[in-house]
């Protein structure tokens, strides 16, 4: 906006088409991006949730905003409507980069929801904005089953070429050799070809385009980290000439004519609508009551409904501009007000889990199958003094078979340094160990800071933890709790699973007895550690 006609740089751009166009290759390259990071556990337990939220709210948000609109800016009910469509759909470039730059990790039930929920409910707004539009160049009627048919069509056509897309892209890269920084480009390429291919055939090319991005994210490549690293450059990138192209086309003069009605739709939409729009749609599902909260207030607004707003812009309709400058300002509240307190409603409203400590850097060595788990060298960071490795590490030697945890090097002041039994670690030491993806978490715990470790094990899990598997009837008895009606094969996973009564993830926690039990880790859907603090 400042480099534009009425800013410092004074460039005149008037190109809707344009924009529109950049707008729309930028949106799939950021939603191939994101779904690369979705990971496909998380549909285990947010992909019913996430596709009610997907439909029925976009459809909810729609009546609701288009109705206010119509009575404030005293318009006929179609143009609220279509307002209301244009800005329904949450962003699902806001939505990815706001939760992972927010510095907090959210529950898995949480995260995966707004994810999920972003990248799929734009088919929706779309074909609400295209509908809309058209009705109101023509004078033809669209009954309510040839609406649900297009829906219907629009998911099929994404969703079954998205996936097979994604399968032959994954076939593509696992046997094509190439130059490491073009596997990236490869993945861009055959995503944007699906994507326009899906739309030429009256699907939803942006469904599509994030299944592709899942399956290539969840599949077995060995560039991976190469990949995720370039992948983030290209979205960061086709994200800043989105903004800039839609910053350009804005006249900042014109946002303030209906400034004030705009901001009172936005704040409709942020604190009356969403909310609403979320509790009927999240009914049928177990979640707690500030994880529906926080999932309301997390409708971000982001480049989608500025590029959707340019839909009646480019069909000529009257109004047009009013529309594209109150989505504008709309987007702006969203992102300012919405946007800059993630983390702290997050906190807030405790739905976040600690971070775990993380490897800085990981290689793909071998690929998993049935009988053997994938094989991969990693990078630790030693972020406490005086931890030694142990002795049987330190002795292994090498092999493709190995089962426990092995040592190939230490690096101190960038020099390597012989390892043995009395070698205490200082912070900032580099490790490098081969490992099994499944040990990882565990030995970059010992690699953390103390003061880390003792929150992720007391302030949050608990001072102790055990197996899933440990029998409720022995930790009843050790700690005191009355095991009068416990059966003799219940297990701490079973209890959790009972009373929580849904797809339970990392995080989630019951009362049982003095005790507080949390689960602590999960192996799919099962329940492998559990975290006991004990309460006063």
């Not at 775990?356 to 199958?369: A, I």
């Not at 339970?504 to 007895?513: E, I, P, Q, S, T």
């Amino acid at each position: 906006m400042l480099a534009g006609e009425e800013g410092v740089g004074r460039l005149d751009f008037d190109n809707p088409n344009l924009a529109f166009f950049v707008g729309n290759l930028a949106l799939a390259i950021i939603l191939l991006d994101g779904g690369m990071r979705t990971k496909i556990s998380t549909f285990r337990v947010a992909l019913w949730p996430s596709l009610s939220l997907a439909t029925l709210g976009v459809v909810m948000t729609t009546a609701a905003v288009g109705s206010f609109a119509a009575w404030l800016l005293n318009v006929d009910l179609i143009y609220g409507l279509l307002l209301g469509a244009i800005v329904g759909s949450t962003d699902a470039a806001a939505v990815f980069n706001l939760l992972r730059n927010s510095g907090v990790r959210l529950n898995e039930r949480v995260g995966g929801t707004l994810e999920i929920e972003s990248g799929a409910n734009d088919p929706m707004a779309i074909l609400l904005v295209v509908m809309l539009t058209g009705l109101l160049q023509s004078s033809e009627q669209v009954s309510v089953w040839g609406f649900l048919g297009q829906i219907g069509l629009q998911f099929a056509i994404g969703g079954f070429l998205g996936w097979l897309g994604g399968r032959c892209a994954l076939l593509l890269l696992q046997r094509i050799p190439l130059v490491e920084g073009l596997y990236a480009l490869l993945i861009v390429s055959c995503g944007l070809a699906i994507f326009s291919g899906v739309n030429m055939l009256g699907g939803s090319g942006f469904l599509a385009v994030y299944l592709v991005g899942v399956i290539l994210g969840n599949g077995k490549i060995k560039q991976h980290d190469s990949i995720s690293q370039a992948m983030d450059g290209l979205a960061w990138l086709a994200q800043a000439g989105m903004f800039l192209l839609l910053g350009l086309l804005v006249t900042p003069s014109d946002l303030l004519a209906y400034g004030w009605q705009a901001v009172l739709i936005a704040l409709f939409l942020i604190f009356i609508a969403r909310p609403v729009a979320i509790l009927v749609c999240l009914l049928p599902f177990d979640f707690r009551w500030p994880e529906r909260f926080y999932i309301s207030w997390v409708g971000l607004r982001g480049a989608v409904p500025i590029v959707l707003a340019l839909y009646p812009v480019i069909a000529g309709l009257s109004n047009s501009n009013l529309l594209f400058e109150i989505t504008f300002t709309v987007v702006l509240i969203s992102l300012l007000l919405q946007g800059s307190t993630v983390p702290l409603m997050a906190r807030w409203l405790k739905v976040v889990v600690p971070p775990v400590p993380e490897p800085t850097t990981r290689f793909s060595l071998t690929e998993s199958d049935a009988f053997h788990p994938s094989l991969e060298l990693y990078e630790f960071l030693v972020q406490a003094d005086g931890i030694r490795i142990p002795s049987a590490i330190i002795n292994n030697v090498p092999s493709v078979s190995v089962d426990t945890p092995q040592l190939v090097a230490l690096v101190r002041n960038q020099h390597p340094t012989v390892v043995t039994a009395e070698t205490e670690l200082m912070t900032g030491d580099r490790v490098w160990m081969l490992l099994h993806p499944n040990d990882v978490n565990d030995v970059a715990l010992a690699f953390a800071q103390k003061g880390t470790a003792s929150f992720l094990m007391q302030n949050f899990f608990g001072e102790f933890s055990v197996h899933g598997d440990a029998s409720l009837l022995v930790l009843a008895q050790t700690y005191g709790v009355d095991s009068q009606d416990i059966d003799d094969q219940e297990t701490a996973a079973d209890l959790l699973k009972r009373q929580l009564g849904r797809q339970v993830v990392v995080g989630d926690r019951v009362r049982f007895g003095k005790l507080r039990l949390t689960i602590r880790q999960m192996d799919g859907a099962d329940i492998t550690v559990v975290g006991i603090k004990l309460q006063s």
